[in-house]
């Protein structure tokens, strides 16, 4: 998986050896992404440094990645993994092409070498990389398709360009400081997701099926891939065997690894579809026997206090253990309890890791321990995630008053939207109603449709196209960071673009073809799961419940309001009636506000962001 950093300029250096230190600063922020080994190359211009988790070739793979002669390199520092690299690395062969490992990253460089850029188009999975083109004297910068592996870049004070896979490397650039603004805070608070929840200025994402180029004309950026849409000429049988098709192949794909491999098993359709083709294909590959292992996280009050909401319609520990033992996985469950959720060093390592005061409190607490425990027995782990937003899964599919709003549907749904209530004074200066009609608007202009689609069908695109484009990037964003703090590679088959390209093509009436959300994953699952998981209804991530928790939130944030800054970005008078309130009264979309108040003075404290507004 590993972490990416480095910088180019746009003349020599006078000390080279001052940019390798730069990318040396650089890369050792990213630590714990890649703990297994770390490098650094350097000319005069440019330096790429790695930090390496070994998935695939243990011994080989070592990065960056050199090809060419002295003075004529093309240089990769590489991250993610591409599930195509044996056919490509067959097609480059039979194009005299020569091999010294079995890394995906040395077919990633000799594509780049053969083809350019438009490597990007043949590349199938999830990734993020850097080229130093010596020749050329180009940097290119290339995302995944759907941006399940982050990258981010700014320009440094000399007209250079830095980048890394989290913002943190880039602070460790000596010309490049945390600053949030006005704007950047909008962004972030907006929950728009135009790219993600972050909240810093002049820090900006290469896209998702996105490029970055720069050379001795500047900064060029442009996209390779975006979400279209085709005609969609099956009919009912064939769709649902295709897509039953198009999710094994994602799933099995997912396999390859020299280190152990495990599923994150909830007890939802979406984690147990994809659980169920990965252990059928290891027995497949391994023999009987072989015996996946699948994890879920649960509460320790979860059985007693559970009571549900839009998002959460019943507890998930049951399911999961009958999907596990259905499935025949070698399950286990990591049961939480509230003092190991409310533990500040918890909550600053969660902050730290997400480079970002929004996130969803106990939700990212607990994913962040149950991905720890993992880690003690697998490096790789397989996803449901996306599954809701590729088949339709989310309430604001479902319900008329999302349905029929001219605004972005998850802000009616899963209470973010009042979450952080501003300042008055700065809430003023994000002019947020006019910022969102406006994104909005922009939103629904991008979205694809054919001329005679009915309301009901051209109003399910856009949703689809907006889950797929904005709400997918925040959780994939959570997943990676969260997992690959500590080392974990989690990877996401329904985020597989051919899966992605051809649900989005089919039409709405066939998506729930059985009067339910997730008709053809349903469908797709249905010779694996036990009728009890088959026909759940969809569960959102677990939230504690016990009133234990709110209480020592509560304390959390009193104090979080005495940090300074706080006050200038959080609106103190709707905060305070929350700190007496009834514990057992706040439900989870109000707890929210207080989860958010602890973790921005966290992120004031961590990141050490100078304020701007």
């Not at 999710?247 to 280190?259: F, G, M, N, T, Y």
């Not at 979406?270 to 015996?291: I, K, M, N, Q």
């Not at 088949?391 to 972005?408: D, I, M, V």
Request: net charge negative; with cysteine; proline share 5%.
């Amino acid at each position: 998986m590993c972490g990416i950093a480095g910088l180019a300029e746009p003349a020599p250096a006078a000390d080279p050896a001052a940019l390798r230190a730069v990318a040396e600063a650089m890369a050792a922020t990213q630590v714990l992404r890649g703990p297994d080994a770390g490098g650094v190359w350097h000319d005069e211009r440019a330096a790429l440094g790695h930090r390496r988790l070994a998935v695939i070739d243990l011994d080989g793979g070592v990065q960056p990645m050199l090809a060419g002669s002295e003075g004529t390199r093309t240089v990769l520092s590489y991250s993610g993994e591409v599930y195509n690299h044996h056919e490509l690395r067959a097609e480059l062969r039979s194009r005299g092409h020569r091999f010294d490992t079995r890394s995906d990253t040395e077919v990633v460089l000799a594509g780049y070498r053969e083809w350019g850029l438009a490597v990007l188009d043949r590349l199938e999975g999830m990734f993020a990389f850097a080229v130093w083109d010596q020749p050329t004297g180009r940097l290119v910068l290339g995302r995944d398709r759907l941006g399940v592996k982050p990258l981010y870049w700014a320009r440094t004070p000399t007209g250079g360009v830095a980048f890394g896979s989290e913002p943190k490397a880039l602070f460790a650039h000596p010309g490049i400081d945390p600053v949030a603004d006005v704007e950047s805070l909008r962004d972030g608070y907006s929950l728009l997701f135009s790219t993600w929840p972050g909240v810093y200025a002049g820090v900006a994402e290469v896209e998702p099926g996105g490029w970055l180029l720069f050379d001795a004309d500047g900064v060029r950026t442009g996209r390779y891939w975006q979400l279209e849409l085709r005609e969609h000429t099956d009919g009912p049988e064939a769709t649902a065997d295709h897509v039953a098709a198009l999710v094994e192949r994602a799933a099995r794909s997912r396999l390859e690894a020299d280190v152990e491999i495990c599923s994150l098993l909830s007890g939802g359709l979406d984690s147990s579809v994809v659980t169920a083709f990965a252990a059928a294909e290891l027995r497949d590959r391994h023999g009987p026997d072989a015996v996946l292992r699948s994890y879920a996280v649960d509460y320790t009050d979860q059985a007693r206090e559970f009571t549900g909401d839009v998002l959460r319609t019943g507890h998930d520990t049951p399911y999961a253990a009958e999907a596990g033992a259905h499935i025949g996985t070698d399950h286990s469950v990591t049961v939480l309890d509230p003092a190991a959720l409310l533990d500040l060093e918890h909550r600053r390592a969660v902050v730290a890791a997400r480079d970002s005061p929004i996130g969803v409190g106990d939700m990212d607490t607990s994913l962040y321990l149950l991905f720890g425990r993992i880690r003690e027995h697998s490096t790789v782990a397989l996803s449901g995630e996306a599954a809701d937003e590729v088949f339709g899964g989310y309430p604001w599919f479902h319900a008329e008053r999302p349905r029929a709003a001219a605004t972005f549907p998850w802000l009616l749904v899963t209470g973010d939207d009042a979450a952080v209530p501003l300042h008055p004074d700065l809430a003023a200066a994000m002019r947020l109603g006019e910022f969102r009609a406006d994104t909005y608007a922009d939103a629904l202009a991008a979205v694809p449709h054919h001329d005679d689609e009915s309301p009901e069908q051209h109003r399910s695109r856009e949703l689809q196209h907006l889950s797929l484009t904005r709400w997918v990037r925040q959780l994939l964003h959570r997943k990676d960071r969260l997992s690959m703090a500590h080392g974990l590679e989690v990877r996401v088959p329904y985020c597989d673009h051919r899966l992605v390209e051809y649900a989005f093509s089919v039409p709405w009436s066939e998506q729930t073809r059985d009067g339910r959300e997730k008709s053809l994953l349903r469908r797709a699952g249905a010779k694996h799961l036990p009728d009890s998981v088959l026909w759940r209804a969809k569960n959102h991530y677990p939230a504690t419940h016990d009133p234990g928790y709110a209480t020592g939130l509560q304390e959390l944030a009193r104090d979080a309001l005495t940090v300074d800054g706080v006050t200038d970005v959080v609106d103190r008078t709707r905060i305070d009636p929350l700190l007496d309130a009834p514990a057992e009264g706040l439900d989870w979309g109000t707890r929210l506000r207080l989860e958010r108040v602890v973790d921005l003075a966290l992120w004031l404290d961590v990141a050490r962001p100078a304020l701007r507004i």
